[in-house]
């Protein structure tokens, strides 16, 4: 299967999932991504059954709303059963780094409110060790120099993600983010408590105090579905 399939078959997976533990009426929470872009379309026809959507991004919300979800404020509710979204590297204990899509800070908040997060990704996401792709920061601009020193005393190569043009990403809220090559992340939520410290840090991609606590992850034999113990 090609990584695309196995996407969509853990979207699938997904939407069963969610079909089956999230009682009808209630909101769901939508992550960000080409994974997570696959439950979006693969929960569509069942969107009748749930109340609305919170969305982890504008992109999200585009493609929610064009298959005619009602997309709703995290502000506007009380309770949000799933969260549902993908991921660029998840550890065997549900640590992941998220962020490769930009929507890293949307997509902490709304987890943080979620009972459940269940985690979409092919198995090339599945990693022993985080860190092999770029740990992605978002940071308030006038901050970026001095945090990019911080990353470097850490041991890390901090690079400002750029759009094709050269200008700077923006993300939805308006910040920059810099992108931390070479860090061999052994101690997930420690290195999470020790970024989110520095002053300027929107938010760090890593998910690790608040991890994924189900992943369904494509691999070749099909769908693993993988509980983690709860932190
Ligand atoms: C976006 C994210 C995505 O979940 C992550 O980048 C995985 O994306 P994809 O499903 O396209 O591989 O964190 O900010």
Request: some cysteine.
């Amino acid at each position: 299967m090609t990584q695309d399939e196995l996407k969509q078959l853990v979207a699938a997976e997904a939407a069963a999932y969610v079909h089956a533990n999230v009682p009808e009426g209630a909101v769901i929470g939508v992550g960000t991504g080409t994974t997570a872009n696959c439950f979006v379309d693969a929960i569509a026809s069942a969107k009748s059954r749930y109340r609305g959507a919170v969305s982890s991004s504008l992109a999200t919300t585009a493609r929610l709303e064009a298959h005619g979800f009602q997309v709703l404020e995290l502000n506007e509710i009380e309770s949000l059963p799933v969260y549902v979204d993908g991921a660029d590297e998840i550890d065997a204990h549900g640590a992941m780094i998220k962020g490769g899509g930009g929507a890293l800070t949307r997509e902490k908040i709304v987890a943080s409110v979620a009972d459940v997060f269940v985690c979409i990704a092919d198995g090339s996401k599945r990693v022993d060790v985080l860190g092999n792709f770029a740990l992605p920061i978002e940071v308030v601009p006038m901050a970026r120099t001095a945090i990019g020193r911080r990353v470097i005393a850490l041991g890390g190569v901090p690079v400002l993600r750029v759009n094709t043009d050269g200008s700077p990403f923006i993300t939805d809220n308006g910040n920059e983010i810099i992108d931390v090559k070479a860090l061999k992340i052994t101690y997930p939520i420690a290195l999470e408590a020790t970024v989110n410290g520095w002053a300027g840090v929107v938010t760090v991609g890593l998910f690790a105090a608040r991890g994924a606590n189900v992943c369904l992850l494509g691999t070749a034999g099909g769908v693993e579905r993988i509980d983690y113990i709860a932190r």
